[in-house]
Nanobody
């Protein structure tokens, strides 16, 4: 099973930017689809963005126009560039993978999650 490690979180003021990284233990071209998710303590984990080998991306409505997902196949890493951050973006951020992009929307069906990386936006 592929191992994914999230990093890049931190504390930033509202309106600022952060870039998260999701490093995979194997080639992301064979994984195909990778998604970013976030969870606020006490609330359900939610989908944020996804990318596929074919170049397709999708975003949650709450982050469209502010977040950009990208991938570096040579580094086996997927990034989440977060701009114009808002206090409501404060959460633990996770990444996960699937061969079929449609599976990435089924947040509760993943068998496991990594440690995540904490993003805190101060107002």
């Amino acid at each position: 099973q592929v191992q994914l490690v999230e990093s890049g979180g931190g504390v930033v003021q509202a309106g600022g930017s952060l870039k998260l990284s999701c490093a995979a233990s194997e080639s992301i071209t064979t994984i195909n689809s990778i998604g970013w998710y976030r969870q606020v303590s006490g609330k359900k984990r939610e989908f944020v963005a996804l990318t596929t080998n074919g170049g397709w991306t999708d975003y949650a409505d709450s982050v469209k126009g502010r977040f950009t997902i990208s991938r570096d196949n040579a580094k086996n890493t997927v990034y989440l560039q977060m701009d114009n951050l808002k206090s409501e973006d404060t959460a633990m951020y996770y990444c996960n993978s699937a061969r079929l992009a449609s599976f990435l929307y089924r947040v509760t069906d993943f068998p496991s999650w990594g440690q995540g990386t904490q993003v805190t936006v101060s107002s």
